[in-house]
């Protein structure tokens, strides 16, 4: 998924427990990758000129310089994103959606390709933020890491402990690879039947009586951006039913806010999934 969302040109949010390799995740995708790599350790005295840079006035030249932020790089890692204030979280509103940066009214593009990966521990942890809503929207898909089995934790207790296997990762691309092969995805193929099925699932999100808030357009358009960088790595050239279907849960569900209040990812998965068994499938021609 990861992978899906970096070719896709969006942004991914992992979310789960304190501990589970969320932080791991980010940077093995960010050192397999040869490019520019920031990470932010969102805390509670995180201030947005931190992410986005500050003009320095310099008394030698009489002028005022340009100090970029942490979210200037191809790979930014947001660790625990929401233990930092909305306000704070709000400064990667502009970054996330345009790919550029307003500072003093002067506007700083930021390198492509772009991407963050933003870890969040659950919003039942103490001193944490509940997203902004706008926030939420902006990244393309939210995973879990889960707990591994016996056998894998067995395992990492063997591997792990002496020494820090990021340290043996490798660079397998970098970023001009990455921009190139996002370029070739755009034109993967898409049908008219599969893109009202995507429009199908959003309205059913909007008009659902459990749903106060449902997805928004935006979510569409990643979602499709989605299925294409899917069909890709499986070898075609178009994407199928059953591309769109795989990635309803991960790029919907951390959208939508339930009328009872208990928007959790599990709460809002299970509706996602529900809606899903409710719009049949397009039938491959």
């Known amino acids: 998924m990861a992978l899906v969302v970096l070719l896709s040109g969006g942004h991914l949010l992992i979310e789960d427990s304190p501990g589970v390799g969320k932080t791991m995740l980010a940077r093995t995708l960010a050192r397999a990758i040869d490019c520019s790599v920031k990470r932010i350790q969102f805390t509670a005295d995180l201030l947005p000129s931190d992410i986005t840079g500050v003009s320095i006035f310099r008394p030698d030249t009489r002028s005022f310089e340009f100090k970029p932020g942490g979210v200037f790089a191809n790979i930014v890692i947001g660790d625990e994103i929401n233990r930092a204030s909305p306000k704070t979280q709000s400064a990667l509103l502009e970054a996330m959606e345009e790919q550029r940066v307003s500072v003093d009214g002067a506007t700083h593009l930021l390198p492509r390709p772009f991407m963050v990966v933003a870890t969040q521990n659950p919003v039942e942890m103490q001193g944490t933020y509940p997203l902004p809503e706008a926030q939420r929207d902006r990244f393309t898909a939210c995973i879990a890491m889960g707990y591994p089995t016996r056998a894998a934790e067995q395992a990492m207790l063997d591997h792990h402990v002496a020494e820090d296997p990021i340290d043996r990762i490798v660079a397998v691309t970098n970023g001009d690879e990455v921009q190139a092969a996002a370029g070739i995805i755009r034109q993967i193929f898409v049908h008219a039947s599969l893109k009202q099925y995507i429009v199908e699932v959003l309205d059913r999100t909007r008009t659902d009586a459990r749903v106060r808030l449902g997805a928004s357009p935006r979510a569409g358009l990643q979602w499709a ?14 994407v199928i039913p059953e591309d769109i279907a795989s990635l309803a849960v991960p790029v919907l569900s951390h959208r939508l806010i339930l009328n009872t209040g208990g928007s959790t990812r599990t709460a809002t998965s299970e509706v996602v999934a529900d809606i899903l068994a409710r719009v049949p499938l397009p039938r491959r021609g």
């Not at 951006?225 to 178009?238: E, Q, V």
């Open 225 to 238: 951006r989605a299925t294409k960088a899917l069909a890709a790595m499986s070898g075609r050239g178009y």
